[in-house]
């Protein structure tokens, strides 16, 4: 290839590969620069040694200097080694930890969950006792029998001198139980009086048999107390065996009645 040849050679190339290539616009010069490539990757004429292709056969067409090269191929990337479980401190690779950040976290909730759920469980179920245990707060030779509702009642009111109007009471075999403010001793607080029930016909003011008072003191409910024995009311001893003991205990506006059958049996002292 003279000189000429290599200058135009390089100005096609340079309107080929240059920073202002415009010979796609031209196909003459495209052709043309095609055509000195393959004459320079050509070596010079050699009648001796010029290669002659066999019969047949037709040398590979030359290769199109615009045409797309095909992606190299990305050798496949090694599996990270795995940590040793018994080394303390493994760490996880980043891309790793990534991709399982997510259920990870996921996870962590659902046991959480799992963890919390019995915990406030068990935190109801203690709570629930210790107000059970703080309400009734029975042995095991107690049991609750009923709770009475207070109503307006009529008993005499010769008996509770200081109490204005018609006292809260309620009716339990043959025993009358009267809510007072004040009265038998008590001054401003609400009062607790269990009593035989006067028989029908009887003056109901007065007062056959033994009666039991209480009051509240501080936080403390009113509380009378009554044992069940030959001298007590028929329909509480068809209730309760002789020697039970039972409880009159103000709570709001009801009467919690306890009996205790720890007695029962036992010699009368």
């Known amino acids: 290839m003279d000189d000429v040849t290599r200058t135009e050679l390089a100005g096609l190339q340079a309107r080929a590969y240059g920073p202002d290539a415009d010979i796609r616009s031209d196909p003459a010069a495209l052709a043309r620069l095609r055509e000195l490539e393959?004459?320079?990757?050509?070596?010079a004429p050699d009648a001796a040694s010029e290669p002659?292709?066999?019969p047949g056969r037709t040398a590979?067409?030359?290769?199109?200097?615009f045409a797309p090269v095909p992606p190299r191929p990305v050798p496949p990337r090694p599996a990270p080694p795995l940590p040793d479980p018994a080394a303390e401190g493994a760490s996880v690779p980043a891309d790793d930890a990534a991709v399982d950040?997510?259920?990870?976290?996921?996870?962590?909730?659902?046991?959480l969950v799992r963890v919390l759920w019995p915990a406030s469980v068990v935190a109801a179920v203690v709570a629930t006792a210790g107000v059970a245990a703080g309400i009734h707060s029975l042995?095991?030779?107690?049991y609750e029998v009923e709770r009475l509702a207070l109503s307006p009642g009529t008993p005499g009111q010769a008996l509770f001198g200081t109490t204005q109007g018609v006292p809260d009471s309620a009716t339990f075999h043959g025993l009358t139980v009267v809510r007072t403010v004040g009265g038998l001793g008590g001054a401003g607080d609400d009062c607790l009086t269990v009593y035989q029930t006067p028989p029908d016909g009887g003056d109901p003011a007065s007062i056959e048999?033994?009666?039991?008072s209480g009051c509240t003191a501080g936080a403390l409910p009113a509380i009378a107390q009554v044992g069940v024995d030959a001298g007590s009311p028929r329909d509480l001893q068809d209730a309760f065996p002789a020697g039970t003991g039972l409880r009159f205990e103000l709570d709001g506006d009801r009467v919690r009645v306890i009996a205790d059958d720890s007695g029962v049996g036992q010699p009368a002292s």
């Open 60 to 65: 590979p067409p030359a290769r199109d200097p």
């Open 38 to 43: 393959d004459a320079a990757r050509r070596p």
């Open 139 to 142: 042995t095991s030779s107690q």
């Open 101 to 111: 950040a997510a259920p990870l976290a996921s996870g962590s909730r659902r046991r």
């Open 52 to 54: 002659v292709a066999p």
């Open 209 to 212: 048999g033994p009666v039991s």
